[in-house]
């Protein structure tokens, strides 16, 4: 099982994680994340860091968003559709740097929308795992107590 003290799993949103949780709960279970790119979660916590930012990351490079506020489907839409507005109201990007800023944004909005899909699987196994899941074990044990079987 899981190192399960260094994470507070009570407090994780199943479906809506933040930024700061996904830091954290990668970090734990990074072997279930092996085969993704963390370098989003990495990059738009650097950003939280700046003084210029204001400890807020900008979510499809367009949306300002604190480390802390659940990154949910709506959210998610919100910064695609500002993105797409923004890209409507400019006409080409104006140098080679703009382009790979525009394209880095694209990829890192995609990167993270991924490791969102995986957090939801992950946290479901970790939590509800018929072999070692926190809550599987949490209502088992209750279980038992209630029906007085020891072992």
């Known amino acids: 099982m ?3 003290n260094e994470i507070n799993y009570s407090l994780l949103d199943p479906k809506n994680p933040s930024l700061n949780q996904l830091i954290e709960f990668t970090r734990v279970h990074w072997y279930r994340f092996a085969d993704l790119n963390l370098t989003v979660i990495t990059k738009y916590d650097k950003t939280t860091r700046e003084t210029w930012s204001k400890g ?3 979510l499809y490079g367009q949306l300002q ?3 802390d506020t659940p990154i949910t ?3 998610l839409s919100d910064a695609n559709e500002l993105n797409i507005q923004r890209s409507n109201s400019y006409d080409e990007p104006y140098s080679s740097v703009e382009a ?3 394209r ?3 990829q890192l909005y995609h990167q993270l ?3 969102i899909d995986r957090y939801r699987i992950v946290y479901e196994d970790v939590m509800y795992n018929p072999v070692d899941g926190i809550e599987y074990l949490r ?3 209750s279980f038992n107590n209630r029906n007085k079987i020891y072992k």
């Open 65 to 67: 968003v604190l480390p």
């Open 139 to 141: 209502t088992k044990s």
């Open 113 to 115: 929308i991924e490791i």
């Open 73 to 75: 489907r709506q959210l």
């Open 56 to 58: 807020r990351y900008y």
């Open 100 to 102: 790979a800023s525009i």
């Open 2 to 4: 899981e190192s399960s």
């Open 104 to 106: 880095e944004s694209e």
